[in-house]
């Protein structure tokens, strides 16, 4: 019988972060992982889109002209 409840199983990200949840932390160093967690995928972001531009040959001029059409 559907109960309308789904298993979905866990992401490895999930996993890794329900094992900080017995830990009791400071709001203070609850902010600081969340910044480096930010940061972290931040750069990951960055990464993919400097390898995009790359891989499509972009270039400063060549957006500045796609900004610049009207």
Same mark, same amino acid.
């Given at each position: %019988?559907?109960? #309308?409840? @789904?298993?979905? $199983?866990?992401?490895? %990200?999930?996993?890794?972060?329900? !094992?900080? @949840? $017995? &830990?009791?932390? $400071? ?6 992982? !969340?910044?480096?967690? &930010? =940061?972290?995928?931040?750069? !990951?972001?960055?990464?993919? =889109?400097?390898?995009?531009? =790359?891989?499509? #040959? ?11 059409? !009207?």
């Amino acid at each position: %019988m559907n109960n #309308g409840f @789904f298993h979905t $199983p866990l992401t490895n %990200m999930q996993a890794e972060l329900l !094992k900080l @949840f $017995p &830990a009791d932390i $400071p709001e203070t160093h609850l902010k600081e992982l !969340k910044e480096l967690i &930010a =940061a972290f995928l931040l750069e !990951k972001a960055r990464d993919k =889109a400097d390898a995009i531009w =790359a891989a499509k #040959g972009y270039s400063d001029e060549i957006v500045l002209k796609l900004l610049n059409k !009207k």
